[in-house]
């Protein structure tokens, strides 16, 4: 399993986003998927579950903002990041396939990329 983010970069503030993960070698039918962020000096956090039961959740600092979406056929997916704040400014992770019996505990994980808003 390989998963590459892409689309992270630097935006001013009430701007947009378009992030992308490509997942190889994951299987769309049967794993979780989630997007993650770590701010800066803080602990990685939950912005988004994508899940096989199709319920799909939202950190609440995010909800209104951001929509993940997933493309099975080309493996990929996508967080769509509008009216973007300062307070976004993070590394934002790809997670695939949840442990059994954890909330946000993932088996699989990108390397990250970072997204920048700035004033």
């Known amino acids: 399993v390989q998963l590459v983010e892409s689309g992270g970069g630097s935006v001013q503030a009430g701007g947009s986003l378009q992030l992308s993960c490509a997942a190889e070698?994951?299987?769309?039918?049967?794993?979780?998927m989630a997007w993650f962020r770590q701010l800066p000096g803080k602990e990685r956090e939950l912005v988004s579950a994508f899940s096989r039961d199709s319920i799909i959740r939202y950190s609440d600092s995010v909800k209104g903002r951001f929509t993940i979406s997933e493309d099975d056929g080309a493996r990929t997916l996508y967080l769509a990041m509008n009216s973007l704040q300062i307070e976004d400014t993070a590394v934002y992770y790809c997670?695939?396939?949840?442990?059994?019996?954890?909330?946000?505990?993932?088996?699989?994980w990108g390397q990250g990329t970072q997204v920048t808003v700035f004033s």
């Open positions: 997670a695939a396939c949840r442990k059994y019996g954890e909330m946000d505990g993932f088996d699989y």
């Open positions: 070698g994951v299987n769309f039918r049967i794993c979780d």
